[in-house]
């Protein structure tokens, strides 16, 4: 069984990589081949929209013929049994990493076809990790649970259904005192961090073990 699971956070030591971390040791732990690629590390563009992952007589049909740092990262999705895309929310979306990845791993499967099926494998099982500031009952007034359901629906035309993990109201700096963020709360962000966030990654560990034993 392998897994893969993509960091689209420019930060490699931070929440989203933190959390990851965790969800690939626990695959591990459940004997599968598990690994976790950082986006920030490669240098790749998203979709150039040249349609040649359409052509039905073309020689990449069904895959990005682009050749780059991510190449070798959509082969291991392709290949693997699990796919994982982390990422935190900027602006409501998610980060331009993983938005280039999405764009790059979608539409080389993707048909504009009612008669048949995506040319993606089938039957992987799949979760999406989001990772953000704001409070997980103010995610609709930030228009993200719009941004989550199309993911999450496009995942699932794809692969298989789709794991949801959410870790909200995140601790952003190491040192507040560094910056202006007087809209937060940052004593109750420091103790949530302390409090709740590990046993956030308790709970990506457990993801990771649930997504290679089913």
Known sequence: MKLLAINGSPRKNANTASLLEK???????????????????????GCVSCFQCKEPEGKSYGRCVLKDGLTPVLQKAHEAEVLVLGSPFYFSIESSFMRACMERLWFQYYLYSAKKPPLSPRKKACALLYTMNVREEDIPLYGKDKVIAVARRVMERLFAPCELFLCCDTKQFKDYSKYETDIWDVPAKLRRHEEVFPKELERAFALGVSLVSA
Request: glycine share 8%.
């Open 23 to 45: 969800l690939v040791a626990g695959a591990a732990s459940a004997g599968a081949q598990a690994e976790l690629v950082h986006l920030r590390s490669l240098k790749y563009s």
